[in-house]
């Protein structure tokens, strides 16, 4: 089992949802989150503290699924969402060790 993090461009996160709606995943959660990378953070002071110009408005998916199913997965998802232009966002693969599922609420 794999851990996937995609961080992609907000007005980009809608199709990329929308491609992985039939994809192998076993769960997947969204956030609003901000964040910068190669552009570097650049930080002004502004009174006595120091305010920051470059945190950009991204969205982080983050999704599990079986390691066989991996490579289709981030493709899916780097299909839509990379232009090759900076500030595409970041694709990370980690591994999962196991995934607990909640049984209390299960029928069987």
């Known amino acids: 089992m794999k851990q996937i993090i995609a961080v ?23 956030q609003e989150v901000k964040g910068f990378g190669r552009q570097k953070s650049y930080l002004e002071n502004y009174g006595d503290s120091e305010y920051s110009l470059a945190f950009l408005p991204k969205v982080e998916i983050t999704m599990w699924v079986e390691d066989l199913r991996v490579e289709e997965v981030v493709k899916r998802v780097t299909d839509v969402a ?9 694709v990370m693969i980690l591994p999962t060790e196991r995934l607990a599922e909640d049984r209390s609420q299960r029928v069987d």
Not at 17 to 29: I, Q, V
């Open 8 to 30: 992609v461009r907000p007005y980009l996160a809608e199709r990329v949802l929308e491609n992985l709606r039939f994809a192998p995943l076993e769960a997947l959660s969204v």
């Open 82 to 90: 990379r232009s090759g232009r900076m500030g595409d966002g970041k």
